[in-house]
């Protein structure tokens, strides 16, 4: 292993220089971290291999090259000792039909021993569901609540969510992203949280992955994200022409009204900008995503 592929066993994932292939889609040289105590929000649009990620990070499918570490353990090949500690949790997933939840929790509890029973029953009150329900008598929602519960309560140092919210109502989703910041209150524990739904991204998440079209394309802390990202809207004197600014990633507009895309804001850029300024906006999440992603598919002539 060289230096510059150095892996650090306390790091609950990391990935060096991960790649895979598929007919018609290549995830490429995935390079990152999560440390514990943290919150990663893994976000790209549909197909751009979160779901291929996660599923090699949970030793679900091995890279072509490249190195994955699990809380220290190596993937795929470890995998067994490395899922003791994760609690992985989607949208798709299901229940055995006609068992009760109160049989999945009896069988979660007897191969995991780090289940919390007083745990599961606060998740019970909580979520408002019953031992004796079955599974099949369980609305979408509740079934993602059940499955949620299921990994809870066993206390894993690893948390991974894969668009866990998909086809949630407004409060549903409040009260997953409620106990996914409760997790984290424990400085040992951490989340992989991958999802499109950046406003849910932006409230749980203390760094964040842009991933697009099988490559990262950016990543960072998102109170860097939005910090450094604005939005300015310029109005220029008669004939004057809009000067050149360093770290300007988009402009629209013409004549004397353009709006500037900026994701290094600098007291520098208005400054040259002087009085032509007319406002300088905030962006949310969702804006810098489309933004960054728009900008590295263009400069790759996708």
């Known amino acids: ?30 390079t990152f971290d999560l440390e514990p105590g943290q919150v990663m929000g893994f976000v790209g649009p549909n197909g751009a291999g979160k779901s291929t990620t996660i599923r090699m990070a949970m030793g679900l499918m091995a890279a072509d090259s490249g190195e994955i570490r699990v809380l220290g353990c190596p993937m795929p090949e470890a995998q067994a000792r490395a899922k003791r500690d ?40 909580r979520f408002n569901l019953r ?35 998909n086809g949630l109502d407004p409060v549903a989703r409040h009260e997953l992203l409620t106990e996914f910041m409760d997790v984290v209150r424990d400085e040992e524990r951490s989340i992989l949280f991958s999802s499109h739904n950046t406003v849910d991204v932006e ?11 099988g490559r990262i394309v950016d990543s ?19 004939g004057a022409a809009l000067p050149e600014l360093p770290d300007v990633v988009e402009r629209a507009g013409e004549g004397r009204f353009h709006t500037l895309t900026t994701d290094r804001f600098s007291e520098l850029q208005l400054a040259r900008l002087g009085p032509a300024v007319r406002s300088v906006q905030r962006m949310s999440l969702e804006e810098i995503f489309v933004a960054n992603v728009m900008r590295h598919r263009e400069a790759r002539g996708q």
């Open 220 to 238: 960072g802390d998102t109170a860097e994200f939005l910090e450094r990202w604005r939005r300015i809207e310029v109005q220029l004197p008669a």
């Open 203 to 213: 409230r749980i998440c203390d760094r964040i992955i842009f991933l697009d079209r």
């Open 86 to 125: 994760i609690g992985y949790v989607s949208a798709d997933m299901r229940l055995l039909p006609n068992a009760t939840l109160g049989w999945h929790m009896k069988l979660v509890s007897s191969i995991y021993r780090g289940w919390d029973a007083d745990y599961a029953a606060t998740l019970l009150r």
């Open 1 to 30: 292993m060289t230096a510059t592929r150095h892996i650090d066993a306390t790091r609950h994932i990391e990935m060096r220089g991960v790649s895979k292939a598929f007919r018609f889609f290549t995830l490429q040289d995935l």
């Open 131 to 165: 031992p004796a329900q079955t599974a099949r008598s369980l609305s979408h929602g509740e079934q993602v609540k059940a499955a949620l519960l299921l990994a809870l309560a066993r206390r894993p140092r690893l948390l991974v969510l894969d668009e866990p919210g």
